[in-house]
T-cell receptor, first 116, second 115 residues
Framework: AQSVTQLDSQVPVFEEAPVELRCNYS??????LFWYVQYPNQGLQLLLK??????LVESINGFEAEFNKSQTSFHLRKPSVHISDTAEYFC??????????????FGSGTRLSIRP | NAGVMQNPRHLVRRRGQEARLRCSPM?????VYWYRQLPEEGLKFMVY????????ESGMPKERFSAEFPKEGPSILRIQQVVRGDSAAYFC?????????????FGEGSRLTVL
């Protein structure tokens, strides 16, 4: 069965510290991978995505994620976080060839809280 | 602002009443998706619609829930005879094409509270 697992429901870190939010998926077919961010009282916004090519993808605000096919992971990292990164982060998987968003599977989310 | 617009942002209903949530997709987008987010849980797919067509409603509860996306006007998610368990944030997303890369554009959500 296809699934997405975000092992950490909450991650507290100090400002300027590095952070890693973990995402593992299960699929017998090829996948597209995404990280979405949800700031308080807002909808989700796409942070970054892996469709093909380089396994390391970056966002404009300093986050990066690496697709590791052998470990079926797509962990999100940032070397130095800022207070403004406080949000909930969702990993998502979709499946090439499917035309419906019902085949997009979201993880349960990781709440990142930054302490000054 | 040409983003996905949802209204109302907050809605309070008593048990047994009806809730209607509206979603206008981004300009140029013709595909609409509804998701439900329960407290401390992830997003659960409910329904995928194109203009005048329900494409996939595999995530919709069998009773009391319905959705439409008419030729003119916003998409509407309708919940009849609400119960406390319907309290959640309901998010609408849109996309411009059928080719699924998974990139969706979300509205800010409608938060339903059932008393």
């Amino acid at each position: 069965a296809q699934s997405v697992t975000q092992l950490d429901s909450q991650v507290p870190v100090f400002e300027e510290a590095p952070v890693e939010l973990r995402c593992n998926y299960s699929s017998s077919v090829s996948v597209y991978l995404f990280w979405y961010v949800q700031y308080p009282n807002q909808g989700l916004q796409l942070l970054l995505k892996y469709l093909s090519g380089s396994t390391l993808v970056e966002s404009i605000n300093g986050f990066e994620a690496e697709f590791n096919k052998s470990q079926t992971s797509f962990h999100l990292r940032k070397p130095s976080v800022h207070i403004s990164d406080t949000a909930e982060y969702f990993c998502a998987v979709s499946f090439p060839g499917y035309s419906s968003a019902s085949k997009i599977i979201f993880g349960s989310g990781t709440r990142l809280s930054i302490r000054p | 602002n040409a983003g996905v617009m949802q209204n109302p942002r907050h809605l309070v209903r008593r048990r047994g009443q009806e809730a209607r949530l509206r979603c206008s997709p981004m300009k140029g987008h013709s595909h609409v998706y509804w998701y439900r987010q329960l407290p401390e849980e992830g997003l659960k797919f409910m329904v995928y619609l194109q203009k005048e067509n329900i494409i996939d409603e595999s995530g919709m509860p069998k009773e009391r829930f319905s959705a439409e996306f008419p030729k003119e006007g916003p998409s509407i998610l309708r919940i009849q005879q609400v119960v406390r368990g319907d309290s959640a944030a309901y998010f609408c997303a849109s996309s411009p094409k059928t080719g699924n890369t998974g990139e969706l554009f979300f509205g800010e959500g409608s938060r339903l509270t059932v008393l």
